[in-house]
């Protein structure tokens, strides 16, 4: 089955940093490609949705500086936490969808934990 | 936009009996419902979905029942075992797979199996 990489699995930072993580479509094209966020005991809130070469369309309430997102190839789209802070800690999940009748595959999730 | 109301938000079973979780949502150009188990810490597995052009869709232990009109769906899973223990989310989508259109999520079930 398709399968979607993301990387790293689990980061712990000091409050200020700048936090990149990778989404990676290892064996299919991925025309657009969804960061959703999920705190402890909750539901998953999808954040942006990118499609390749283009601007992300971000959900209402997430800021688009402090949130950047890079859909550059058709397999990776990385997602930036700029100058993050404590309640920037969550679970970060990627998704994947290509075209046609495939449903979308999501990445195993970064723990991002600021300090 | 898309609202998904999931209930449960928890639901207790003994091993062996069936489990029953509800989801409504409220755009009617909704087209395509996904169940997802997320283990803890874990990426959401898909489990079974259903587009709006069919009414139920069996896999084994698991059934997926959809009512357009009263735009709500359910996810039945028979014979439970302790390893069905996860949680449970419900999604929706406008695509016809959720392939390049973006997933609202519910709120999410606890399913605890007990011996």
């Known amino acids: 089955g398709a399968v979607v990489s993301q990387h790293p699995s689990w980061v712990i930072c000091k409050s200020g940093t700048s936090v990149k993580i990778e989404c990676r479509s290892l064996d299919f094209q991925a025309t657009t490609m969804f960061w959703y966020r999920q705190f402890p005991k909750q539901s998953l809130m999808l954040m942006a949705t990118s499609n390749e070469g283009s601007k992300a369309t971000y959900e209402q309430g997430v800021e688009k500086d402090k949130f950047l997102i890079n859909h550059a190839s058709l397999t990776l789209s990385t997602l930036t936490v700029t100058s993050a802070h404590p309640e920037d800690s969550s679970f970060y999940i990627c998704?994947?969808?290509?075209?046609?009748?495939?449903?979308?595959?999501f990445g195993d999730g970064t723990r991002l934990s600021i300090l | 936009g898309e609202n998904v109301e999931q209930h449960p938000s928890t639901l207790s079973v003994q091993e062996g009996d069936s489990a029953v979780i509800k989801c409504t949502y409220s755009d009617s150009a909704s087209n395509y419902f996904p169940w997802y188990k997320q283990e803890l810490g874990k990426r959401p597995q898909l489990i079974i979905d259903?587009?709006?052009?069919?009414g139920e869709k069996k896999d084994q232990r698991i059934a997926v029942t959809l009512n357009k009109t009263a735009k709500h769906f359910s996810l039945h899973i028979t014979e439970t075992q302790p390893e069905d223990s996860a949680v449970y989310f419900c999604?929706?989508?406008?695509?016809?797979?959720?392939?390049?259109?973006?997933?609202?999520f519910g709120t999410g079930t606890q399913l605890k199996v007990e011996l």
């Open positions: 259903i587009r709006s052009n069919v």
């Open positions: 999604a929706a989508s406008k695509g016809i797979t959720g392939g390049g259109n973006k997933l609202t």
């Open positions: 998704s994947a969808g290509g075209k046609g009748q495939q449903p979308q595959h």
